[in-house]
């Protein structure tokens, strides 16, 4: 009824104020009628208040949920922009370490050459030839690491071209001598980019053994990030034949245990941390690619969905014991994921892509052993691998 009498009296305010106006209303009517106004819009305001004081007594539950709801979203949206802003540091500004320094083996020589990824960027190779007195065996391209460029391949290919291999290794975008353009930056991640770059590599290969009359079939021998790119164009290279990766991980796997490790250095509530589901970091990831990828413009494929879905073919794992940069772990999770057949080498006292420092004996005879089998097809004994022992697969 109040509201009903406020509204009446608003109604008959809007012919009086008019009236005021032309002067037909006495002044003294003026204040009474106003007073009578803000009365009732005062008892007005209180029927209001009374009955949203009666709605929220009978929504009590309602509410409650609500205000839950609400905070627990609030607290979750904080959580992982605060998350996502050092994963995205993380992920951007962490440089991995280097292994050894660029001067510290014999340089090869070979052809210098010129040809194109697949799209289209101009990249620097060599084909390093095998000595004259011995049979040919097969090709290998070799993948650098982050950092580097394709003279490294000295540290791990020498023994593979006394053996009678050809190594084909290149320079991946904006390293050594190859071109880099757009707005790409290269980072310690395999992204598309440098899978474009070995594809490229290894169709150039491929078309320079066909025109030698020679199989296409090739191997391809990888460090850290091109590691991963080599097993990335394995998944869609059906010539590559067999790969040996040192130090390979998949980047979102990688992440995780990263997230994880700076997590408990930045997390200030310690429960919260060690309760959350796999399913929050997995989703932190796909949150931090949707970031990241147009920031870089790139993409970052999976390496362990890769080798999930690829053709089998022969892969030797290599990985250092001691690596505090991409732990033992992240390698055994490819190998589990990895069709057979496939071989495990972890490397005892062995740092980031420095196994082939601290056994290198063992390092040759092993990757040579591995393409003599696989590649070249070598059926004598002493081209034989043997089978990994249990210690060196658990």
Not at 113 to 134: C, E, Q, Y
Not at 270 to 288: D, G
Not at 293 to 299: D, G, I, T, W
Request: charged fraction near 20%.
């Amino acid at each position: 009824m109040a509201l009903g009498r406020f509204t009446l009296i608003l109604a008959h305010s809007g012919h009086m104020l008019p009236a005021v106006w032309a002067g037909a209303v006495p002044a003294q009517h003026i204040g009474a009628g106003w007073r009578s106004l803000a009365l009732d819009a005062a008892i007005a305001q209180h029927a209001l208040a009374l009955a949203l004081w009666g709605w929220m007594v009978r929504n009590w539950a309602f509410i409650a949920i609500g205000v839950t709801s609400l905070s627990l979203l609030t607290f979750l949206v904080l959580l992982l922009t605060k998350y996502t802003r050092i994963c995205l540091n993380l992920f951007m500004d962490t440089p991995p370490p280097l292994s050894m320094g660029p001067l510290d083996f014999r340089p090869l020589t070979g052809e210098p050459v010129r040809f194109r990824s697949f799209d289209g960027t101009s990249l620097r190779g060599m084909f390093i030839r095998a000595p004259n007195h011995k049979a040919y065996m097969g090709t290998i391209v070799f993948c650098h690491e982050y950092g580097s460029d394709m003279h490294s391949c000295a540290r791990y290919a020498r023994p593979l071209i006394d053996a009678g291999f050809d190594v084909f290794t290149f320079d991946f975008r904006g390293h050594g001598q190859s071109s880099c353009p757009g707005r790409y930056r290269p980072l310690q991640w395999p992204s598309d980019r440098e899978l474009e770059d070995v594809l490229g590599a290894c169709a150039h290969v491929e078309s320079c053994l066909a025109g030698e009359d020679k199989p296409t079939a090739i191997g391809v021998f990888g460090i850290s990030r091109g590691a991963g790119a080599a097993l990335l164009a394995a998944s869609s290279d059906m010539n590559i034949k067999a790969i040996v990766c040192d130090g390979a991980f998949s980047t979102e796997t990688t992440l995780v245990a990263l997230m994880k490790r700076w997590a408990y250095i930045f997390a200030r509530v310690k429960l919260v941390y060690r309760n959350h589901p796999p399913a929050f970091w997995r989703f932190l990831v796909w949150l931090l690619m949707r970031f990241a990828q147009p920031k870089l413009a790139c993409r970052f494929p999976s390496v362990r969905k890769a080798l999930r879905e690829m053709h089998p073919r022969p892969i030797l794992f290599i990985h250092g014991q001691r690596d505090s940069y991409i732990r033992e772990d992240q390698t055994r999770l490819l190998y589990d994921q990895a069709p057979s057949p496939k071989y495990l080498w972890i490397v005892e006292k062995a740092k980031h892509n420095q196994s082939v420092v601290t056994q290198p004996s063992q390092y040759a005879a092993r990757t040579t052993a591995f393409f003599l089998r696989y590649l070249a097809d070598e059926a004598t004994e002493e081209g034989r691998i043997t089978a990994p022992s249990e210690s060196e697969v658990a």
